[in-house]
């Protein structure tokens, strides 16, 4: 057949099985049983954290005594996560329901805001646009914990307080969004399309509606993704923010593992239906995930 | 005059905007066309703007007005002090000491996370069986939760029942108290740190390799380079830009680490402390501690400006840093 030579380790168009290619690739791309168990070995380090936590779930708590440790489930998952939702301390149904309005909300805002403006970024004719688009760029390189002390302040000021909103409304859209779709909208859209739609008398609202929006639907989902997992996981705001009976899922582990820590299996499966909504993602969309990273369309 | 003449990349030239320009009588509805292209770009980009003023740019300006008093929410207290806090920050010994801390997380963390990738993607960079079945679980760590898995590995690392005693004591070592000792304690927060950023940077690392052209390595082997030199010789060199973004955004995370030693933590009185004698208290949890814990939000002000400015500082010097090695022959 004919060379093949696609990007190495990725697809060729002919299916995976690229028998012959020429000789001097050999030692470059041929993969050796050393470079297999090199990708074995750092597999196993990389998910055995997540597995572990699943069997420690599934278990009686005399699990961390026995050697060696067990390595498969036991039949105690149902038991754990039952006295998980019984706990009065870590109010973990309030803190799932919690976490996925604020991360449900904070990603839709933040998908729409975010194409919205990309969109006339990329596409758009105004005054001052250059030096707009420079300051969203600058926007990305301020941490937000950086100015938790004001912004604390600003919620006593609202009265936020231990609101949901407080963990919603400060994130509704960010300069990387904005910044990610104009990167996507630049390439995708093509002008033809908006003048077109122009001249038949949709407004510039309806051009993104109708055209730029489908358009963007891959960036958008990839920019959903993340946005999704980053207020799911997130931490130290809800801390300084939420009180311990009002908390995201996050805090609510963060509960048990304040008052139970020697509990080992009720922390445990605290944790697996902490990343659980997580590892769904992750098992559905792990193409497109990764497909984010390398296209550099995902900061940490 | 205005900004952009210039068509868009491979576009065609601008068309002019025909429909937008005044007729003869301006009517309603071509004065409502003419505002919608006129405003609506504003319109557009302004919720982001909204958002970053209000809750971005105010709070880190204003946490620089906040550290220059003595202010305290809980007992009402706000008096100008001027750079006292400042002075104090230079000479308070626990500030130094969470410094010293967060510095030796992030560097044993950051050097082997990079240079693991680094070999990760080297290895991910070959034609082989199952590539998306590898590359995703190197990303398996990332799409976790931060506290979630800080729980797991704590327990790991328990000094009685964890599993990496119990592992390394098989070949002999003896248990090691990982929360009790700087040095440990340090190791396994920079493990936990390790564990969930290294495959992330070995997918960026992989994806600049695929960009560099094949016969650049045809080529030298040709020449007769071994692979470990062109390996040397050629991807890190080529690579060079994608280090220094990786490297960048492993200064930023690293010197704002919390997640990880506030859940180490846990049995300790106050989580914030980083053990008894603070052997793994960061400056974002001394910061922390500070505001919420003690109500000295003007303190904890100065020391969130003072991290603000070493981030700035520590990129700044591992951009140079990377630039220079392996720079100009």
Known sequence: MTTLLAGPGGRTPGGRRAAAHPGRYRGLWNASPLTYLTLVVALALSVFPIYWMIIVAT?????????????????????????????????????????????????????????????????????????LLLTIIATMMIPVQMGIIPL????????????????????????????????????????????????????????????????????????????????????????????????????????????????????????????????????????QIIGGIMEGAVKA | MTT?????????????????????????????????????????????????????????????????????????????????????????????????????????????????????????????????????GMVAPLVTSTAAVAIVFTQMFDKDWGMINWAIGLVGIDPINWSSSRGWSWAAIAMMVDWRWTGYNALIYLAAMQAIPKDLYEAAAIDGASRLRQFWQITVPMLRPTIIFTVIISTIGGLQLFTEPVLFSVGTPNKMDGGPMHQFQTITMYMYDNAFGHDRYGYGATVAWALFVMIIVFSLINFLAVRRTGGTK
Not at chain 1, 68 to 76: E, K, S, W
Not at chain 1, 113 to 119: E, H, V
Not at chain 1, 214 to 220: D, E, Q, S, T, V
């Open chain 1, 59 to 131: 278990r009686t708590n005399s699990v961390v005594a026995d050697v060696p440790p067990p390595l498969l489930p036991g039949g105690h998952g149902g038991d754990n996560v039952g006295r998980l939702f019984d706990n009065p301390e870590a109010y973990f149904a309030k803190g799932l329901l919690n976490s996925a309005i604020a991360s449900a909300a904070v990603t839709v805002s933040t998908v729409f805001f975010a194409s919205l403006a990309g969109f006339a970024f990329a596409k758009l004719r105004f005054r001052g646009k250059n030096g």
């Open chain 1, 152 to 287: 604390y302040m600003i919620m006593v000021k609202l009265g936020w307080q231990n609101h949901l909103q407080a963990v919603i409304v400060p994130f509704l859209v960010t300069g990387f969004g904005v910044f990610m779709m104009r990167q996507y909208a630049d390439q995708a859209v093509p002008d033809e399309l908006i003048e077109a739609a122009r001249v038949d008398g949709c407004t510039t609202f309806g051009i993104y509606w109708r055209v730029v929006l489908p358009a963007l639907r891959p960036a958008a989902g990839v920019l959903g993704l993340f946005t999704f997992m980053q207020t799911w996981n997130e931490f130290m705001w809800p801390l300084a923010v939420l009180s311990p009976d009002n908390p995201t899922v996050q805090l609510s582990i963060n509960n048990l593992a304040n008052a139970y820590f020697k509990d080992y299996t009720l922390m445990f499966a605290g944790t697996s239906v902490a990343i659980l909504p997580l590892l769904v993602v992750f098992i559905v969309f792990g193409r």
């Open chain 2, 4 to 136: 952009d003449l210039r068509p868009s990349r491979n576009g065609p030239p601008p068309a002019s905007p025909a429909p937008a320009r005044p007729g003869p009588p301006p009517t309603w509805r071509s004065r409502l066309a003419r505002l919608d292209v006129k405003g609506a770009p504003y319109a557009f980009i302004s919720p982001f703007y909204l958002v970053f003023l209000v809750f971005g740019a105010f709070p880190l300006v204003y946490t620089l007005w906040v550290s220059l008093h003595d202010w305290e929410l809980a007992s009402g207290t706000r008096k100008f002090v001027g750079l006292d806090n400042y002075d104090y920050l230079l000479s308070d010994a626990d500030f130094w000491h969470a410094t010293v801390n967060t510095l030796g997380i992030f560097a044993l963390s950051t050097v082997p996370q990079l240079v693991l990738a680094l070999l990760i993607a080297n290895t991910l960079n070959r034609r082989m069986r199952l590539p998306t079945l590898f590359r995703i």
